[in-house]
C-alpha cells in the first residue's frame, strides 16, 4: 500500500511506527477490501481500514483522537504493519495472522504456553480474539461465564421474542390497547433476569439480553404513547450496572459494541441518539468526561445570575436536562464526594433547580426554618414569575399554619392575594376569616380592585353582597348582558327595570332576525327568563302579542310565541 502516510501528521506517523515496533498491533484480519485490528494503548481500540487495490479509502479507530475526524497514530501501527507484512516472523492470511515456523520446528504444547504466560497477557489475547470474532466472543464469555450455556442466552432471548409476539397481532402490530402491557411485562421480564444474571455475577450475559430487547424494539411497529422511551430507559439501566460492576475484558467488550453499532442502522435513528449518550456518558474515559464538564461549565457561566440554568440535549438523562444536573452526575461519575457536589451545587443557588432540591430536601428532614428561608429567597430570586412566587406562597403559608404564626400566615396570605391575579376563591375567603369585621371593610375593597380581571372582580363583588358596585361595574360594560345573565337575578330586587330593558333590546333584535329554529330557541329562552323579573311578565306578554302580529308568516316562531302565552 503506498502513499497512505500522507493522510497523516508527521508526530503522528512517528507514534504509530514506535506502536507498531513496540508490538502494540497485536490481532489483524485482512479481508478482501479491508483490515480490521485491534491496537493496544491506554486502552484496547478497534481500528478498521478500508482500500481499493493498493489505496486507502477511509479508516476509522475507536479512540477519541480518530472521533473528531482525525487520522490517528493507530492507524498509522496498522498500516506499518500491513506494509512490512512478512518481514518480522509472521505472515497473514484470510481470518488472521499465522505464525512462520516450518513443519519441522519443534511445537512448545499449547498448554504449556499457557500455564506459563502472565494473567495479563492472557486477557489481552482473549480481548483481541473477541474483538475480531462475534462468534470467539460468544464462547468465550460463556465459559468465563461458567453458570450459563448459549442455550440458556438462547432460551431467554426467545422468551423475548414471545413478549413480543403475544401483544402483536399477524401483521406484528402492538396496538394502542396492548403497548402498555406489553411495555409492563417487557420490563418485569426483563428486570427479573438481569437481576438473577447479576447475582450470578454474569455481567456481560445481563447487557446481551437488554441489548437483544433494545434492538428487537427498535424493529417493533407499535403505537407509541411513551413506552418505547419506558423501556429503553430499563435497557440504559441494565447497561450502566454492567458497565460499573463488570470486569476490564467485559467493559471492553461492551464499549466496542457500542463503538460499532452507534450509527451503523443497527437500531433506528432516534434511537441511535441513547447508544451516542452511552458512549458520551457512561463508556468516556476520565479525560473525556472531563471536557464535557468544562463544555458544561461554558454553558453554566453562560447563564449567568438568571434562574433557569442552560440545557443540554440527552435522550437518557431529558431531552433538555440543566447543564448544572449533568455536571454534578459527571461529578459523581468521577469519583467527586457528596460534600464536594454538595459545594458546587450551593455557589448556584440562583437557579430554580438548585434551590428546589434543597427545599425538598428541608421537607424530608422536617426543617421548617430552612424551608421558611429557602421560600422566601425564591421569592426574590423569581419575583418574574408570577406562578412560582404563588407557589413559594401557598406553601410559606401552609408551614406558618402549621407553626400557629398567625400574623405571619396572615401577612402572606395579604401579599399573595395582592400579587398573584389568578388568586381563586378559596384564596380570598382564607384571609377574611382572618380578618375583623372593621379591618374586612377596609381590606376587601382594596383586594377586589386590585383584579384586573373584570369577571374576577364581578365574582369578588357578588361574593360580598356589594350590589350597587357589581351593578355600576356590569352596565360599564360593553358585553354586559353576559354579566346580567349571570348575577341579574342577584341584583333583580334593586335593579329589575334596567335589566328587564337590556333583555327587551336583545330579544328585540332576535325577533327582527330570526329565521331558523335554532334563534327560535335562544327568543324563547329569553323570554322565559325575562318573566322571572318583576313586571317581566306583562312585557313578554305585550311583546308575544305584538310579534304574532307583526310577523305572521313566520309560522314555527308565531306557534311558539303562542305556546308561551298559554302558559303565562
Not at 92 to 97: L, P
Request: proline content about 1%; overall charge negative; charged content about 35%.
Amino acid at each position: 500500500m503506498y502513499e497512505w502516510e500522507n493522510y497523516f501528521e508527521p508526530h503522528i506517523l512517528e507514534r504509530g511506527w514506535e506502536y507498531a515496533r513496540s508490538g502494540a498491533v497485536q490481532h489483524i484480519i485482512r479481508k478482501k477490501d479491508a483490515i480490521e485490528a485491534v491496537v493496544e494503548g491506554t486502552e484496547y481500540y478497534k481500528v478498521k481500514i478500508k482500500y481499493d487495490g493498493h489505496s486507502v479509502l477511509n479508516a476509522y479507530c475507536s479512540c477519541p483522537y480518530a472521533a473528531g475526524g482525525n487520522y490517528c497514530k493507530h492507524m498509522a501501527a496498522v498500516l506499518y504493519e500491513i506494509d512490512n507484512d512478512g518481514k518480522d516472523g509472521y505472515e497473514f492470511s484470510e481470518t488472521g495472522f499465522e505464525d512462520n515456523f516450518s513443519e519441522d520446528d519443534n511445537l512448545i504444547p499449547i498448554d504449556e504456553l499457557i500455564s506459563k504466560a502472565d494473567r495479563s497477557l492472557l486477557e489481552r489475547i482473549l480481548v483481541n480474539l473477541a474483538a475480531g470474532d462475534e462468534q470467539n466472543e460468544s464462547r468465550i464469555r460463556v465459559m468465563l461465564a461458567g453458570v450459563n450455556t448459549t442455550s440458556d442466552i438462547d432460551e431467554l432471548e426467545r422468551e423475548i421474542d414471545n413478549i413480543f409476539d403475544a401483544y402483536s397481532d399477524r401483521g406484528g402490530y402492538i396496538n394502542y390497547h396492548s403497548a402498555m402491557d406489553f411495555c409492563d411485562d417487557l420490563i418485569s421480564y426483563l428486570e427479573s433476569k438481569t437481576n438473577q444474571l447479576f447475582d450470578n455475577e454474569q455481567y456481560y450475559d445481563a447487557f446481551e439480553l437488554a441489548k437483544y430487547a433494545f434492538i428487537e424494539l427498535s424493529d417493533c411497529d407499535i403505537d407509541d404513547d411513551g413506552q418505547i422511551a419506558m423501556i429503553s430507559d430499563v435497557c440504559y439501566k441494565i447497561w450502566q450496572r454492567a458497565v460499573a460492576d463488570g470486569s476490564d475484558v467485559e467493559r471492553e467488550l461492551i464499549k466496542n459494541w457500542f463503538l460499532e453499532h452507534f450509527d451503523d442502522g443497527t437500531v433506528v435513528d432516534y434511537m441511535e441518539d441513547i447508544l451516542q449518550d452511552f458512549i458520551r456518558y457512561e463508556l468516556a474515559s476520565k479525560d473525556e468526561l472531563e471536557e464535557e464538564i468544562e463544555h458544561l461549565d461554558k454553558l453554566i457561566e453562560e447563564s449567568g445570575e438568571s434562574g433557569e440554568c442552560k440545557s443540554v440535549f440527552s435522550s437518557h438523562y431529558g431531552y433538555s436536562i440543566e447543564a448544572i444536573e449533568l455536571r454534578m452526575i459527571l461529578m459523581k461519575r468521577l469519583g467527586a464526594s457528596e460534600e464536594e457536589i454538595d459545594r458546587f451545587r450551593r455557589k448556584h443557588m440562583n437557579f430554580q433547580s438548585v434551590r428546589k432540591y434543597y427545599l425538598k430536601k428541608a421537607q424530608e428532614e422536617g426543617d421548617a426554618e430552612e424551608e421558611i428561608r429557602l421560600l422566601k429567597q425564591g421569592k426574590k430570586l423569581d419575583s418574574e414569575s408570577a406562578y412560582l412566587v404563588h407557589s413559594y406562597s401557598q406553601r410559606l403559608i401552609e408551614l406558618y399554619h402549621k407553626q400557629k404564626d398567625y400574623q405571619q400566615e396572615k401577612a402572606e396570605r395579604r401579599e399573595d392575594f395582592l400579587t398573584y391575579q389568578l388568586s381563586t376563591m378559596e384564596d380570598f375567603r382564607g384571609y377574611r376569616k382572618m380578618c375583623s369585621d372593621d379591618e374586612w371593610e377596609k381590606e376587601k375593597t382594596v383586594l377586589i380592585k386590585s383584579r384586573r380581571d373584570i369577571a374576577k372582580r364581578c365574582e369578588l363583588l357578588a361574593e360580598e353582597g356589594m350590589k350597587p358596585d357589581l351593578f355600576e361595574l356590569i352596565f360599564k360594560q360593553k358585553n354586559r348582558l353576559n354579566y346580567i345573565n349571570k348575577y341579574g337575578f342577584l341584583l333583580a330586587e334593586e335593579y329589575s327595570g334596567p335589566i328587564l330593558q337590556e333583555y327587551f333590546t336583545y330579544v328585540s333584535g332576535i325577533a327582527e332576525n330570526a329565521r331558523n329554529r335554532s334563534a327560535y330557541d335562544e327568543l324563547i329562552r329569553y323570554l322565559k327568563r325575562m318573566r322571572q323579573y318583576t313586571d317581566g311578565t306583562e312585557m313578554v306578554q305585550k311583546l308575544c302579542k305584538t310579534w304574532i302580529l307583526k310577523y305572521p308568516t313566520r309560522k314555527v316562531m308565531v306557534q311558539e310565541l303562542g305556546e308561551l302565552l298559554k302558559h303565562i
